[in-house]
């Protein structure tokens, strides 16, 4: 199981106190399946990869530029400088980011980047609220798997983070049947993918959320900066 910690705009220097109470957990929790990742602002990423240099945690960026070569891109930063200072993962595709601009077509660009400079990829997918009333799931997700995953089949460096737009940050989860459905038609589109749920996931629902079998993990936004949800939410999985 995945239990990725996405921090987005948050955190200083002081926030690194908090992964050392993750961290004397984990070495309690005798689960090999468990893997995790923080994916911290790029500006914390030099500073926790040499704070978890010797713990199971590993840590990634939370985007890359497409460019795979060093450029004149004031204030972007591409996947070799990631690398460079301790990545492991990258998160692309995030809704954030496509709400911002992100096209599938500059998607692919990151993803192949990210690839070719030895990154493994949490590429995310989403249906808005307007696009699942339009009963519309399924098209949106097939369409960002084809177009950000086109030429790209490296199933064992890719894991995709199904991410409902209207679920993120607002407390809502899809009903229990519907992601069992959506998680089982993403893994037909891409067979031995790992698939992950993200949005509002959280100590009290996790659960709901443990009991849908075909889920391989999860990618937690708020509940990650509290070293202490993120814990439970944690062993509340295998318990
Ligand atoms: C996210 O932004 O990737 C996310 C899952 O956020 P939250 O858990 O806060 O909904």
């Given at each position: ?64 530029h497409?460019h795979?070569?060093y450029g004149a891109f004031t204030g972007s930063i ?162």
């Amino acid at each position: 199981m995945y239990f990725i910690a996405n921090w987005k705009m948050f955190g200083g220097l002081n926030s690194l106190n908090s992964l050392h109470k993750v961290n004397k957990f984990l070495k309690f929790l005798k689960k090999k399946s468990a893997k995790i990742i923080y994916c911290p602002p790029s500006t914390l990423i030099r500073p926790m990869s040499k704070k978890l240099k010797k713990s199971k945690i590993e840590v990634g960026a939370q985007n890359c530029h497409e460019h795979e070569s060093y450029g004149a891109f004031t204030g972007s930063i591409n996947s070799i400088m990631l690398k460079n200072v301790g990545a492991k993962y990258v998160i692309i595709g995030h809704s954030e980011n496509r709400q911002a601009g992100e096209t599938d077509k500059l998607i692919n660009l990151k993803v192949k980047s990210a690839l070719k400079s030895g990154l493994k990829v949490i590429f995310c997918i989403g249906e808005t609220l307007k696009q699942k009333r339009k009963k519309r799931t399924k098209q949106v997700l097939n369409k960002q798997i084809k177009l950000g995953l086109n030429k790209i089949n490296n199933h064992k460096k890719i894991l995709i983070a199904y991410e409902p737009v209207w679920s993120i940050g607002t407390g809502l989860i899809p009903k229990r049947n519907e992601l069992l459905q959506t998680i089982t038609s993403i893994k037909s589109i891409k067979r031995n993918f790992k698939v992950l749920y993200g949005g509002s996931v959280n100590p009290k629902n996790i659960n709901e959320l443990k009991s849908i079998n075909n889920i391989d993990g999860f990618l937690i936004g708020g509940a990650s900066q509290d070293p202490n949800k993120f814990i439970d939410i944690i062993k509340k999985t295998y318990n």
